[in-house]
């Protein structure tokens, strides 16, 4: 039985600077201060699909939502690039906020970047696509009450 989404993975280069954006901008929490790391492990390698890799994480949580990331220092990656939203695969998370103009001004003094861009507001959702300090795309939006996909009615 499928419940629900558990975490969100995300591979960086600076684990540490990008534990304390999340952190600042987000609210997230580590679950532990320790994290975990690991190297020349057959069976992480197993798990995680990838031959001779070498990693250290933590995992952040706030409220239902957790976030891992991952900070590899072998192998080396096949891009040094962030993907893009219209690439395949995972390309991004959205973020529910409560008050778009005021959350978007705390995010961009955490280190969040817009592109010089303002929100779209298309009525049921106010939203817009941000990055992250090394690149990564998440969605901010805030939705319009009762439009029957607000978290407080999930």
Avoid at 25 to 39: C, I, M, N, Y
Avoid at 89 to 110: A, N, S
Wanted: charged content about 30%; aromatic content about 10%.
């Amino acid at each position: 039985m499928i419940r629900g989404i558990h975490h969100i993975g995300m591979n960086c280069r600076d684990m540490e600077r990008m534990k304390k954006f999340y952190c600042d901008a987000f609210g997230f929490r580590p679950v532990d201060e320790e994290g975990f790391a690991w190297e020349n492990e057959p069976m992480m390698d197993h798990i995680v699909d990838v031959k001779d890799s070498a990693s250290k994480g933590c995992m952040l949580r706030a409220g239902t939502c957790y976030l891992e990331l991952f900070e590899y220092s072998a192998p080396p990656p096949a891009s040094p690039d962030p993907k893009r939203p219209n690439d395949r695969g995972y390309t991004h998370f959205c973020i529910d906020v409560t008050e778009m103009e005021k959350d978007m001004e705390h995010l961009k003094k955490c280190g969040m970047t817009f592109n010089d861009r303002e929100f779209v507001d298309v009525g049921h959702v106010k939203t817009l696509y941000g990055y992250d300090p090394e690149g990564n795309v998440i969605e901010i939006q805030q939705c319009a009450p009762e439009n029957g996909f607000t978290l407080e009615e999930l």
